[in-house]
């Protein structure tokens, strides 16, 4: 897991339901079951839940890059999520 000073500003505004907030707290659980999925191949129960994970931050992301393009982008930064083109 990575815990960086940005998750924990982050932690600190005791604003859980941000998007900021469930983004990296979903980031955090893609990591930790991707790491176990390298070991147990065949967990297809542990790859759904990884998969309705992403599912969830993807659709999260792409509401904050429609609503404020700006935080958007220092989140992916931070989170070291994508590589960003610049338009």
Same mark, same amino acid.
């Given at each position: 897991?990575v815990?960086?000073?940005?998750?924990?500003?982050?932690?600190?505004?005791?604003?859980?339901?941000?998007?900021?907030?469930?983004?990296?707290?979903?980031?955090? =659980?893609?990591? /930790? #079951?991707? @790491?176990? +999925?390298?070991?147990?191949? !065949?967990?297809?129960?542990?790859?759904?839940?990884?998969?309705k994970?992403?599912? =969830?931050r993807? /659709? #999260?992301? @792409?509401? +904050?890059?429609?609503?404020? !393009?700006?935080?958007?982008?220092e989140?992916?930064?931070?989170l070291d999520?994508?590589?960003?083109?610049?338009?």
């Open positions: 897991m815990k960086n000073a940005f998750i924990s500003v982050i932690s600190q505004e005791e604003n859980r339901g941000s998007v900021e907030f469930q983004v990296v707290s979903f980031t955090n =659980k893609i990591r /930790r #079951l991707t @790491s176990h +999925l390298e070991f147990h191949r !065949k967990d297809f129960l542990s790859q759904r839940g990884l998969r994970i992403l599912g =969830k993807q /659709r #999260l992301l @792409s509401y +904050l890059s429609k609503k404020d !393009k700006v935080r958007y982008t989140l992916i930064s931070q999520i994508r590589e960003l083109t610049t338009r």
